[in-house]
T-cell receptor
Framework: DAMVIQNPRYQVTQFGKPVTLSCSQT?????MYWYQQKSSQAPKLLFH???????NEADTPDNFQSRRPNTSFCFLDIRSPGLGDAAMYLC?????????????FGDGTRLSIL | AQKITQTQPGMFVQEKEAVTLDCTYD???????LFWYKQPSSGEMIFLIY??????QNATEGRYSLNFQKARKSANLVISASQLGDSAMYFC?????????????FGTGTRLLVSP
């Protein structure tokens, strides 16, 4: 029962070529998150949506954008990927933003930049 | 100051033995949640167990239990009867809750290797 689904699992793009990663959920959760995880590091929150309300982290580069057209789907757009953007990108959801709510993650998309 | 500290970069355990992964945290917020996640080499992040700051009892989920010592600000994960499939990176994480949205803060992780 896949509940948070990320596509594709692996994405290769060229330096500077826009790329979109997708995430869908069957949990009907209100909150969706995007994390970036580089090798041997902890995940780093990029932004999250609380319903339709977009919340950007202060240190997220402008190169990263997100869209949430409906409750089930959320997209991560990287407008001009650089070599430093090669990483695992993890999507997560939670029922709400309460401190007690666990976040449920997808399998991730591993992004490579040529 | 680090909010979540995992002092063990790597741990080794033999199959069927128990292992404890250490986690200490730092907060002055009375309301917080502590989480453990498992990340195999394939990359997915799997939620294991949760402990709330007001919970009186230690959380348990199958072979996982959380040794919560509030006064010492520690939340160690205990895995009983280790299996080969437990080999993975384990992250401790915390979320504080009294003032608006607080993001989930992760420790640096502990890599567990279970040997036959």
């Amino acid at each position: 029962d896949a509940m948070v689904i990320q596509n594709p699992r692996y994405q290769v793009t060229q330096f500077g070529k826009p790329v979109t990663l997708s995430c869908s959920q069957t949990l009907n959760h209100n909150v969706m998150y995007w994390y970036q995880q580089k090798s041997s590091q902890a995940p780093k929150l990029l932004f999250h949506y609380y319903d339709k309300d977009f919340n950007n982290e202060a240190d997220t580069p402008d190169n990263f954008q997100s869209r949430r057209p409906n409750t089930s789907f959320c997209f991560l757009d990287i407008r001009s990927p650089g070599l430093g953007d090669a990483a695992m990108y993890l999507c997560a959801t939670s029922r709400d933003r309460g401190v007690h709510q666990p976040q449920h993650f997808g399998d991730g998309t591993r992004l490579s930049i040529l | 100051a680090q909010k979540i500290t995992q002092t063990q970069p790597g741990m080794f355990v033999q199959e069927k033995e128990a292992v404890t992964l250490d986690c200490t945290y730092d907060t002055s917020d009375p309301s917080y949640g502590l989480f453990w996640y498992k990340q195999p080499s394939s990359g997915e992040m799997i939620f294991l167990i949760y402990q709330g700051s007001y919970d009186q009892q230690n959380a348990t989920e199958g072979r996982y239990s959380l040794n919560f010592q509030k006064a010492r600000k520690s939340a160690n994960l205990v895995i009983s009867a280790s299996q080969l499939g437990d080999s993975a990176m384990y992250f401790c994480a915390m979320r504080e809750g009294s003032t608006g949205f607080q993001k989930l803060v992760f420790g640096t992780g502990t890599r567990l290797l279970v040997s036959p």
